[in-house]
């Protein structure tokens, strides 16, 4: 059994900052990919950023420069620093994981999702 569970989501204002974290666990044998996604209502769920395990990075254009994703290996959590917030950023944030329990090829496994909402 393995779970994925974000938290740090909330209410901020245009311009502020949140720090959303997400922990992988259970059997767990490795884990490769990291990666944050959202959805806003009426759209597609879109790749916001992603690690590998060895620290290479990518973010979607809309975020690079405000946001940045880093890993704390040792347990097995990502996390999501996100700066200079916008009213376009708010939509329900989403953790994935590729992981291999032991003896099963990688899986991707889902978080519940945290709510983030950028208002005035």
């Known amino acids: 059994q393995v779970q994925v569970v974000e938290s740090g989501g909330g209410l901020v204002q245009p311009g502020g900052s949140l720090r959303l974290s997400c922990a992988a666990s259970?059997?767990?044998?490795?884990?490769?990919?990291m990666a944050w996604y959202r959805q806003a209502p009426g759209k597609e769920r879109e790749l916001v950023a992603g690690i590998t395990n060895g620290g290479s990075t990518n973010y979607a254009d809309s975020v690079k420069g405000r946001f940045t994703i880093s890993r704390d290996n040792a347990k097995n959590t990502v996390y999501l620093q996100m700066n200079s917030l916008k009213p376009e950023d708010t939509a329900v944030y989403y953790c994935?994981?590729?992981?291999?329990?032991?003896?099963?090829?990688?899986?991707?496994?889902w978080g519940q999702g945290t709510q983030v909402t950028v208002s005035s």
């Open positions: 259970g059997t767990i044998f490795s884990i490769n990919v």
């Open positions: 994935n994981v590729s992981m291999a329990r032991w003896g099963a090829p990688y899986k991707y496994y």
